[in-house]
């Protein structure tokens, strides 16, 4: 089964990749934006999708600084 | 003689400076990140560098080295660790220290020489520390781009009330927006700590500093 696995910095912790994306756009012309965070996106295909919350708390996410989603893609064939 | 066992992983940097820096006090050997084995060590350095070119996390690979699982046998033992710097990354992602490292505030690598000032008063004694007094200062050089310590507010609290901050960037030297200018913590016992200076570029007089021996000297338990 074909997983997306979405990481992204916790609520709170400083995330300079996201504020130096945020400075950057203004110079491009794009005024506005504001609260840019930048995470990963993980691609996986799994036969055991019970184990990936398991997995994404010991290695794909580090659960003190950052939060997961898990999106399952139920039309894979894996 | 203290035998001291460095780790190399693939990506390591900084394991040959971490041995002429032991070698300064004890004997030294690498430890290949596929051994197990660590007998005959009595005391273990974690180096600096991008070990398993720091993918997915800094750090977090490298936790699952079959020598890290020993180095976690060898740490509950309470046998002296020292992370450095990607050691440092590498320990607090293997759980045997609290926290982790973040992005540095100012988004760039660091190079620097800084003060730091030892915080051993009330702490575990760790034997990384043992001839360096409360409030001593000593000037290592820092190089990380991930070098910001952080815990939630309750831990840094806790951290502190325990004596587990060994190490705090002197006013003005904290070079990466680290919680209240942490540079160094230890585990609860005092066995293992972690440090992102870098004590073993910190061992000869012709590089600025001879204060990073002490660490190893310390465990070594000779005249820095």
New interface residues.
Partial sequence: MKARVLIRPKEG?????G??VERALPALGFEGVSGVRVGRLVELETESPDELDSLCEK??A?P??EDFEVELDGAGDG | MTTFGVLQFPGSCDDRDAVAACERVGDARLIWHEERDLAGIDAVVVPGGFSYGDYLRVGAIARFAPAMEAVAGFARAGGPVLGICNGFQVLCEAGLLPGALLHNEGLRFVCRQVDLVAETADGPESPWARGIDAGETLSIPVKHTTGLYYAPKAELDRLEGAGQVAFRYAAGHNPNGSARDIAGVTNEAGNVLGLMPHPEHAVDPLTGSEDGLRLFASVAAVPA
Avoid: H, S, W
């Avoid at chain 1, 912790?13 to 990749?17: K, S, V």
């Fill in positions: 912790i400083l995330d300079p990749q504020k130096a290695l794909l580090n003190l600084i």
